[in-house]
């Protein structure tokens, strides 16, 4: 089992920055590659971001390809979602996912509970 908390959510102004933390306890989280998720009101969850275990693979949805960044540090057993020039469409509730493979989002074993990322015009 692989527990993960996301934080970092918030209420940011068009054109600002946040950074979203997940942290993985349990089974050894270095072992999956890590992903972002999000989910607006009325809408399906979408992928956002995904990072392979050693860090050289990165994946991104073409909505935000240029302003959010992934990154992971395993000895903090943690991952990271930068986000820089939010939009209002941006805003959504944020899950970290542990993935089977940084290209595959089929199966996710393990989700977060989610953290609220809210964008005022």
């Known amino acids: 089992q692989v527990q993960l908390v996301e934080s970092g959510g918030g209420l940011v102004q068009a054109g600002g920055s946040l950074r979203l933390s997940c942290v993985a306890s349990g089974h050894t989280g270095s072992n999956y590659s890590m992903g972002w998720f999000r989910q607006a009101p009325g809408k399906e969850r979408q992928f956002v971001a995904s990072i392979s275990r050693n860090s050289i693979n990165t994946r991104y949805a073409d909505s935000v390809k240029g302003r959010f960044t992934i990154s992971r540090d395993n000895g903090k057993n943690t991952a990271y979602l930068q986000m820089n020039s939010l939009k209002p469409e941006d805003t959504a509730v944020y899950y970290c996912?542990?993935?089977?493979?940084?290209?595959?989002?089929?199966?996710?074993?393990?989700w977060g509970q989610g953290t609220q990322v809210t964008v005022s015009s």
């Open positions: 996912a542990a993935l089977r493979a940084y290209y595959s989002t089929d199966g996710v074993p393990y």
